[in-house]
């Protein structure tokens, strides 16, 4: 279970920033058992760290992934905001999508709405077998932007696994940035 996400943490040991899993395998994660099928895997580092990540990534084949578009990145040159997503693959085909995050003033920073915050001291949990992933609340706002089928089973899977401060956030996150969320149905009773 979570072999994925193991060759992920052994390739991430060398890497000297944080880093933690995000997306779908987080939420499967915080579960603890795999809930769905997945395409990929994320990571997420911060984007102070790019000098890090260039290092890690430097004998890759690696994409900015930009509005439907792959522009190869060229090590050197730092990523500025809005982009915040890199594609990375070796030619033993495999393949790590990394996604880069705000952060400030000891606190997660949500790069579509900087009002909305997190604690970095506890933005993250850590699995049974010790894979860093990003907190479920965090990822279930991210998914909130653009829901997909399965973005609205991995909250539903991950519901009964939140507890009350994750689930107050999120709905208050939820508030905050998309009133109409259906997901505030859920989250408000």
Same mark, same amino acid.
Request: proline letters at 4%; aromatic letters at 12%.
């Given at each position: 279970?979570?072999?994925?996400?193991?060759?992920?943490?052994?390739?991430?040991?060398?890497? !000297?920033?944080?880093?933690?899993?995000?997306?779908? =395998?987080?939420?499967? +994660?915080?579960?603890?058992?795999?809930?769905?099928?997945?395409?990929?895997?994320?990571?997420?580092?911060?984007?102070?760290?790019?000098?890090?990540?260039? !290092?890690?990534?430097?004998? /890759?084949?690696?994409?900015?992934?930009?509005?439907?578009?792959?522009?190869? =990145?060229?090590?050197?040159? $730092?990523?500025?905001?809005?982009?915040?997503?890199?594609?990375?693959?070796?030619?033993?085909?495999?393949?790590?999508?990394?996604?880069?995050?705000?952060?400030?003033?000891?606190? /997660?920073?949500?790069?579509?709405?900087?009002?909305? !915050?997190?604690?970095?001291?506890?933005?993250? +949990?850590?699995?049974?077998?010790?894979?860093?992933?990003?907190?479920?609340?965090?990822?279930?706002?991210?998914?909130?932007?653009?829901?997909?089928?399965?973005?609205?089973?991995?909250?539903?899977?991950?519901?009964?696994?939140?507890?009350?401060?994750?689930?107050? =956030?999120?709905?208050?996150?939820?508030?905050?940035?998309?009133?109409?969320? $259906? /997901?505030?149905?859920?989250?408000?009773?």
């Amino acid at each position: 279970m979570f072999d994925r996400c193991l060759q992920v943490k052994d390739f991430m040991e060398s890497y !000297s920033g944080k880093w933690m899993v995000a997306g779908g =395998w987080a939420i499967d +994660l915080h579960i603890g058992e795999e809930t769905r099928e997945h395409e990929d895997i994320e990571v997420a580092v911060f984007r102070d760290e790019q000098t890090d990540l260039a !290092s890690l990534l430097a004998d /890759w084949d690696v994409y900015i992934a930009q509005e439907e578009r792959r522009q190869e =990145w060229d090590l050197n040159d $730092p990523i500025e905001l809005p982009i915040h997503e890199i594609h990375a693959s070796r030619q033993d085909g495999e393949m790590l999508e990394v996604l880069l995050n705000e952060r400030s003033k000891g606190r /997660w920073v949500y790069r579509r709405d900087p009002n909305l !915050s997190f604690p970095l001291s506890m933005m993250n +949990l850590q699995s049974e077998q010790g894979i860093p992933y990003l907190n479920p609340e965090i990822v279930l706002l991210y998914k909130a932007k653009h829901t997909r089928d399965k973005d609205h089973d991995d909250f539903n899977y991950v519901f009964p696994y939140l507890n009350e401060h994750q689930k107050e =956030w999120l709905k208050q996150a939820l508030m905050h940035s998309q009133r109409t969320h $259906p /997901w505030l149905e859920k989250l408000l009773y």
